[in-house]
């Protein structure tokens, strides 16, 4: 039987992972608010994974975390018993040096907004990694994580030099790893993330540019080259999309035409997903149990 996403006029169908798995060829899992969250591994995530393993069925962390290499991503997984390798991560991060090259990026300057990692990302293209400066302006500005530098002066620097690049007649290349708004950091916790950042700058840039300002170049989910990546990684379009927020996980996923699930460990609520109308998920999951 085939199961592909179409639009919603009927509730999301209430199911557990187990029978999930056995409807699709591949499973696609979010990070954060799925498999873990800042205290630690979600419940059945550990199992879950396992599970696909011993089934020997594809699947995909294709997470929005631009802040961690493959490898990183992978050991903090195998630190808190899930058994996810650096071949089962597909971040939004390792978008970064494509999409740096198709801008012309290759040998030129370009502030990374994010931790080592994510600046590492846009090296793989020879890109020299600089800090954002008024006198000498970048080529291009990523944001990749919220975290790794001083946020609010960063911004600042960050805004000055793009609008000294404007006056002076100068594009700059605005590439967003991380669209998400917010994440869950524990149990009734929440932060703000890199497509908060985005969000202050572009705002910022409307106000100051009108039409002339700007804007950011999405990489990450909901953006379909992140899943179109994944699907190419798992070599099958008869996949499902485990995520935990409505209009990055599951509005990317119907963009692709791809089932997908709200996992209520996350963001969103049962209340929420119910209510969502044609942008709802196709199941939902209390848990990965």
């Known amino acids: 039987m085939t199961h592909a996403h179409a639009s919603h006029s009927i509730p999301p169908e209430r199911i557990d992972f187990r029978a999930l ?20 591994a979600l419940p059945g995530a550990a199992e879950a994974v396992q599970h696909l393993i011993d089934r020997g069925q594809p699947f995909l962390v294709v997470t929005n975390d631009a802040s961690r290499s493959p490898h990183r991503a992978s050991a903090r997984f195998t630190r808190l018993g899930i058994p996810v390798q650096p071949e089962h991560v597909l971040s939004s991060g390792m978008l970064i040096a494509p999409a740096l090259d198709e801008q012309g990026m ?11 990692d994510s600046a590492n990302y846009a090296r793989q293209i020879g890109a020299t990694v600089v800090d954002p400066d008024v006198a000498d302006p970048a080529d291009a500005v990523v944001i990749a994580d919220e975290g790794g530098f001083d946020t609010l002066g960063t911004l600042d620097a960050t805004l000055s030099m793009i609008l000294a690049a404007h006056a002076r007649g100068q594009r700059t290349v605005l590439l967003l790893a991380n669209p998400d708004l917010v994440y869950p950091s524990g149990a009734g916790t929440f932060g703000l993330t890199a497509g908060s950042l985005a969000g202050m700058l572009e705002r910022a840039l409307q106000l100051l540019l009108g039409d002339e300002a700007p804007t ?13 990546t994944a699907l190419s990684m798992v070599g099958t379009r008869h996949a499902v999309m485990l ?33 969502a109308g044609a942008h709802a998920p196709t199941y939902l999951l209390n848990d990965l149990c």
């Open 21 to 40: 798995v056995h409807r699709y060829d591949a499973i696609l899992f979010d990070a954060y608010g799925v498999l873990v969250n800042a205290s630690g």
């Open 106 to 116: 290759r040998g030129r300057r370009v502030v990374v907004l994010g931790t080592g």
């Open 243 to 275: 995520g935990d927020t409505l209009h990055t996980d599951i509005a990317g996923a119907a963009a692709v035409g791809l089932a997908s699930a709200i996992v209520l460990t996350g963001v969103t609520t049962a209340a929420q997903a119910l209510a």
């Open 216 to 228: 950011f170049e999405v990489l990450g989910k909901p953006a379909s080259r992140h899943f179109a």
